[in-house]
Nanobody
């Protein structure tokens, strides 16, 4: 499975972005997909995850501003980010894995394949 994350960019605080994660080589059917982010000098942080067919989980501090969804016909998982803040600045990665239980969606080592990341920069 190859993953392509896109949709990042330079935005102002308060703006919204929708990140996309597209899979090639196979579909997302049966897979769990997670979004993580990593800011300079910080560890990779779980943002949101979605299991097949659709249960979701979020980091508590980000719940409400971040929305993960999937479009199965397009083989794409989205991360909608609203009311962006400067502290959201990071490289955002998507990842997929099989047999990930709900409680492990926030564990990077549970995922088998990672995309290359897309940069989100939020100016104040």
């Amino acid at each position: 499975v190859q993953l392509q994350a896109s949709g990042g960019g330079l935005v102002q605080a308060g703006d919204s972005l929708r990140l996309s994660c597209v899979a090639s080589g196979r579909t997302f059917s049966g897979y769990s997909v997670g979004w993580f982010r990593q800011a300079p000098g910080k560890e990779r942080e779980f943002v949101a995850g979605i299991r097949w067919p659709g249960s979701t989980r979020y980091t508590d501090s980000l719940k409400g501003r971040f929305i993960i969804s999937r479009d199965s016909p397009k083989n794409t998982v989205y991360l909608q980010i609203n009311s962006l803040k400067p502290e959201d600045t990071a490289v955002y990665y998507c990842a997929v894995g099989t047999r990930i239980i709900y409680s492990q969606l926030d564990v990077p080592s549970a995922y088998e394949h990672w995309g290359q990341g897309t940069q989100v920069t939020v100016s104040s």
